[in-house]
Antibody, heavy 123, light 108 residues
């Protein structure tokens, strides 16, 4: 079945970087983009960015674009999310999700999602 | 930038009853790119509805999406205890996704 499995929880100090991985299985990896979403404690879902898994072209949301890098490794069917200059308010659960949509059109909806990776920023 | 506003913040329903969740966009949107998700604590969000009214795989027909323009609705019929969750609407346009702030559904 289609599945996205994310790397484990991380604890980082302010100013550090974190890299979260998202390994895909059950479908042709390069046929679908991957998007990243986070949820801070007690908050809603915040879209972060997305990446074309075939050519590596990435687009970022306004709030994180200067600290966020999305990459993919087609040989391992894995997408990566790196966030630099961590701040306390980056403490959140980070999700990857496969982007599905209409043939010939960009964008769409997210299905399925990874299980989430908790990133804690703590002194 | 499109803003999605969901209401109510919390919806309390008795088991077996029906309820409606609202998602209002700050401007007219393409209904093909309006989706709904169910998010339970400790779990990954789950796609319920895409393209305003199409149910995702294995989603029971108790969940129904509708709407157009700026106003969209998720209707939950015959509420079951397993439906307790936060529900989010989402919209895509021009390489950007936006989520509403969510509606929490609880059992009365």
């Amino acid at each position: 079945q289609v599945q996205l499995v994310q790397s484990g929880a991380e604890v980082k100090k302010p100013g550090a970087s974190v890299k979260v991985s998202c390994k895909a299985s059950g479908y042709t990896f390069i046929d679908y983009e991957i998007s990243w979403v986070r949820q801070a404690p007690g908050q809603g879902l915040e879209w972060m960015g997305w990446i074309n898994t075939e050519n590596g072209d990435a687009k970022y949301g306004q709030s994180l674009h200067d600290r966020l890098t999305l990459t993919t490794d087609t040989s391992t069917r894995t997408a990566h999310m790196e966030l630099r200059g961590l701040r306390f308010d980056d403490t959140a659960i980070y999700f990857c999700a496969r982007v599905r949509g209409y043939a010939g059109y960009d964008g769409g909806w997210f299905d399925p999602w990874g299980q989430g990776t908790l990133v804690t920023v703590s002194p | 930038e499109i803003v999605l506003t969901q209401s109510p913040g919390t919806l309390s329903l008795s088991p077996g009853k029906s309820g409606t969740l609202s998602c209002r966009a700050s401007q007219t949107v393409d209904s093909n790119f309006l989706a709904w998700y169910q998010h339970k604590p400790g779990q990954a969000p789950r796609l319920l509805i895409y393209g305003t009214s199409s149910r995702a795989t294995d989603i029971p027909d108790r969940f129904r999406g509708s709407g157009s323009g700026t106003d969209f609705i998720l209707t939950i019929a015959r509420l079951e205890p397993e439906d307790v969750a936060v529900y989010y609407c989402q919209y895509y346009v021009d390489s950007v996704w936006t989520f509403g702030q969510g509606t929490k559904v609880e059992i009365k």
